[in-house]
Structure formats: C-alpha cells, structure tokens
C-alpha cells in the first residue's frame, strides 16, 4: 500500500496535532504526515505536490483565504481542504471559491477524514502524466542592454497565450538582475534556485509546482532573488530545465538579457527560434553585428535568428534606414517594432502586460502579429484593428529573413 503524502498547514498547534492522530486512526491508509506553520516552512513539502493539503482558516478568515488562493494554483492536483472551528455558510463560499475543493470543520473525527482519503486516493490512482508535446523555445537576446528583451519577452508570451490558448511559459535567464517578476507585479513563491536546490527530483510535476502562474494565463520561471545565487546554477542544469518545459508546454520564451554567458548559450543553442534584438542607433548596430558574427561562429543555422528591430519610427529625420542596417549587417530584418515609449512606461509601472493596457496600441497589435506569424496562426478577427489580409502580407516579409 502506497502513502499519500499529506501536509498541514496550520498556526495551531494543538489542533494540526489532534488532526494528525485522527488522520492516522483512518483504517486502510498510510499516511505521510507533515505539519507546518507557515506558507514558507511548507515549501518544501509543496514542491513534491503532495495529495492531500489541510489549510487552517483563522477566525478572521483573509490571510488563510489568501493562502488557499496561492497554493491552490500552485498545487492543483492536490485535494486541497479548508478547515476551521467556525462553520459559516459565508466563509465555506469564500474558501470554495478561492480553491479548496472541500471544507471540514474542526475538531473532527477518523470516520469524516475516511471520505476525504477514499477522494485523494481515487484522484492519486486516476492520475494520468502530462501530456507529452515538444514546444517551441524561443530565445529574445540583445548583445546591448536596454534594447528591451524583457518586455518583449513578457508580452510575446502573452500574445501566444490569447492565439488558441497556447500553453507559455516565460523563463528569466537574466540570473542576477532580472526583471521578468517585476514587470509582471508578482511574487513568486519559488524561484529556479528552489529548483536547483531538489534537483534530483526534477519532473514535470515538481517543475510545474515551481512556476508562477500570471492572471494572463502564463506561467514564469522566476529569476533568483539574490544576485548571488546565480553561481548555483550550471549550464547543464538550465538546459534540462529548458528541454522539460518544452514537453510541457506549447512555447518556452526565454529572456536572454544581453549577455553572453554560458547559461543563455545554452537557452540559444536548444531555441528553435532567436529573436534578436536591435535598435536603430550605430553602438546597436555595431553590437549586432558582432552577435551575429558569434552566431555564425557557433554553425547557428541562419534562418533560426531573426533579426528585431524595436523602437521603430519612420517619422524620425535623422534615424538610420533599415536598407543601409540590412546592408552593414548583410541580414534582412524580419520584423520591425513601433515606439511606444507611453504604452511601454505605463505598463512597466503598473506592472501589467501592454495588452492590458491597451490591446488596440500600434505596439501590442504588432507583437500580436509577431506571435501569429511565430505560431502560424491567423489572428482572430476581433483581436485585428488594421485592414483583413495584413497576416499575409507581412508573412512575406518574415519569409524573406536570412
């Protein structure tokens, strides 16, 4: 007979105890047992999703309706379970709807538990693995910093997410200085160091436990929270982390940064796809093309990169022409993106995607066309603001990248 892991999280003492004793009086069952105070003392025993979570809610109710909320989108195969001394039909509703999938009220007994193990133990036999697919990766890189990587990433993935509900998740491998969470106004309860750190239990269970999930319906993998620990993570480890997230999901964006280190080569080497970054200034001009000339060192097939220029403005008088970048650079730029300096403040202070703050803005209509032409996926017509048969046209001019 298997043991279900089981945790409690309770400030109570005494009553996770009594709750203990009548959980291991329930006949027919072995039970793994782990009880904690505390979201953060818990940790631990969340990333190994255990099946059954008992969460005490307190006589003023928020902070435990609050961590229902988290771990229930965080461990969502768990059988979650709010318990409290006090049974009101409101505070019942607040729980269900933050995510427990039951509720019991406390003090209890080994013959209400029953019905609840029997539940977990049907889920747990019921289980079936994710689905097997094999995602794109797509890399966004800069060989110069504030060509913004980040917030392409960011909104690229959001973009992908709103075609046919594809499945994205955002990696930040920008290790000691990344941005990913902040433009995105979370707080991820685990970062890739949680990872690192139980790496021998790496699976898609234990990976998909440490991800954020953002109300756009994204997920991220968070960059460390001290700089530091970025001396933790090897090259070999980023590059499992990348290969098991593309089984998992339908795209693997990754926030390159601009550097060159050894764990964004990894991310280059498995991308299907690089989106690089430029600006129409001769210091990016110059960077890029030694990228490129790196590019080429490392045999990178030429039609893998794809050369981005942002902040793009046509009215400018004095901006360097996209013919005279193509020929420096001996490289066709494949996609261009408009300033929207406004668009792009406003959503970086509120930390929201710039679809969310306007959908409809010259830039958020470009990198939705962007992810139509990455996905190969017509635009649905209501997302569209500009005249039927763009799509195509601007088709044409992505095929004819180098």
């Known amino acids: 007979m298997e043991k279900l892991s089981t ?14 004793r009548e959980l291991v009086a329930v ?65 019942i509703l607040k729980a269900v709807r933050a995510g427990a999938k039951d509720f019991l009220k406390i003090p209890t007994t080994s013959s209400q538990l029953t019905p609840l193990i029997e539940r977990a133990k049907r889920i747990e036999s019921g289980a079936k693995p994710l689905k097997e697919r094999m995602g794109k990766v797509v890399t966004v890189f800069s060989n110069k910093g504030g060509t913004g990587t980040t917030t392409l ?61 953002h109300s756009s319906g994204i997920y991220v993998l968070a960059e460390p929270l001290h700089p530091e620990e970025a001396e933790l993570i090897t090259t070999s480890q980023i590059g499992e982390i990348l290969k098991l997230l593309r089984t998992m999901f339908d795209y693997v964006i990754v926030d390159g940064g601009n550097e060159f280190d050894e764990h964004v080569l990894s991310s280059l080497d498995l991308s299907d796809t690089i989106l690089l970054l430029s600006l129409l200034n001769l210091p990016a001009i110059r960077n890029t093309k030694r990228c490129l000339d790196i590019f080429r060192r490392l045999r990178y097939d030429p039609e893998k990169a794809r050369l981005i220029i942002n902040r793009y403005d046509s009215h400018e008088i004095d901006k360097v022409s996209i013919e005279s970048v193509e020929k420096a650079l001996n490289y066709t730029v494949s996609w261009k993106l408009p300033n929207d300096y406004f668009s ?21 209509q470009s990198i939705l066309q962007l992810a139509g032409i990455l996905a190969d996926r017509q635009i649905p017509t209501q997302l569209i603001k500009r005249e039927e048969g763009l799509l195509d046209k601007v088709k044409q001019i992505w095929k004819g990248g180098k």
Not at 40 to 47: F, G, M, N, T
Not at 164 to 174: A, I, K, M, Q, R
Not at 184 to 196: M, R, S
């Open 7 to 20: 945790l409690i999280i309770a400030d109570n003492r005494e009553q996770s105890d009594l709750l203990k």
């Open 27 to 91: 006949p027919d069952t072995i039970l793994d047992i782990v009880i904690s105070s505390s979201l953060s003392e818990a940790k631990p025993v969340l990333l190994k999703r255990p099946e059954i979570i008992f969460i005490e809610i307190s006589e003023i109710a928020e902070s435990g309706i609050d961590l229902v909320r988290r771990i229930s989108l965080e461990s969502p195969t768990s059988l979650l379970v709010a318990i409290s001394k006090n049974d009101d039909a409101d505070l």
């Open 153 to 213: 990433a960011i909104n690229l993935a959001v973009a992908l997410a709103t075609l046919n509900e594809f499945s994205v998740v955002v990696v930040d491998l920008v290790l000691q200085h990344g941005d990913v969470s902040a433009f995105l106004d979370i707080a991820p309860t685990y970062t890739i160091v949680d990872i690192i750190e139980n790496f021998e239990r790496l699976d898609a269970s234990f990976l998909k436990a440490a991800l954020a999930k």
């Open 344 to 364: 792009v403040i406003s959503a970086i202070n509120q930390g929201l995607p710039i679809f969310s703050i306007d959908r409809r803005s010259k830039l958020s």
